[in-house]
């Protein structure tokens, strides 16, 4: 997958980061701040594809942090919250949640680039990841954290490739959903299973799929996008 991106270089004090955000924004994608500690991801075919690409290109870019600004898409009635922007980044990298408010100042005059990701390969460490899930360690997991009205995901290799397959799943089976041509959202997928076990209350983050409207341009797949709907007086 090809992606246009944007790339910024922000300091925060003496350290330096290598920032990149998608380009187009995700317009029609939401994310909710946890409340009752769920966090419910939703958007459009378009936008769960390119933030599926968006996790594969985050997974073999260990000094890269990828911004994705969600909070100001086109707002959605559901899910009910405070909307925040996306931050992923390896854990190895050092990124300070308390840190980010000065980075995100400093993102302004970006560079467009085009990146590239490789699907065979995040489908083969993705799968890797999916076949032991319940035997990692905490470090192996996505580590999320909320500050400045900001979710970060801290993971690794195996973990962002998981989740990036999982997103692309709901994107792609999204559509099929029964509720979808009426506009409402599909609970499609979720990257739950990639947070750190607890024994007690966790948090879970659900991925929806929702065509934006008006519904005039949305297709279910397997439906010819020329045939003509039936009328009411059509036998």
Not at 145 to 154: G, K, M, P, Q, S
Not at 160 to 167: G, K, T, V
């Amino acid at each position: 997958m090809r992606l246009r991106t944007e790339e910024f270089r922000p300091r925060a004090g003496r350290y330096a980061f290598r920032v990149v955000q998608p380009r187009p924004a995700l317009r029609h994608t939401t994310l909710n701040d946890p409340i009752r500690d769920w966090v419910y991801l939703v958007g459009d075919h378009d936008g769960l594809a390119r933030l599926a690409g968006l996790f594969s290109f985050a997974a073999y870019s260990p000094h890269t942090v990828v911004h994705v600004p969600l909070r100001q898409s086109i707002p959605r009635d559901y899910p009910q919250g405070v909307p925040v922007d996306l931050v992923l980044a390896h854990q190895t990298l050092g990124l300070r949640p308390s840190a980010w408010p000065a980075l995100r100042r400093g993102l302004t005059h970006g560079v467009p680039r085009t990146v590239r990701t490789d699907e065979r390969r995040t489908a083969c460490h993705g799968a890797a990841w999916e076949q032991r899930w319940d035997r990692l360690p905490r470090v192996d997991r996505l580590q999320p954290a909320v500050h400045a009205r900001t979710l970060f995901l801290f993971g690794a290799r195996d973990t962002f490739a998981a989740a990036s397959l999982r997103i692309g799943e709901a994107a792609g089976f999204g559509p099929l959903g029964r509720r979808a041509a009426q506009g409402h959202d599909v609970l499609s997928s979720s990257l739950t299973t990639l947070l750190p076990l607890s024994r007690g209350p966790r948090t879970e983050l659900d991925v929806g799929f929702q065509a934006y409207p008006p519904l005039a341009h949305f297709t279910r797949p397997g439906r010819s996008a020329r045939r003509r709907r039936p009328t009411a007086a059509s036998p």
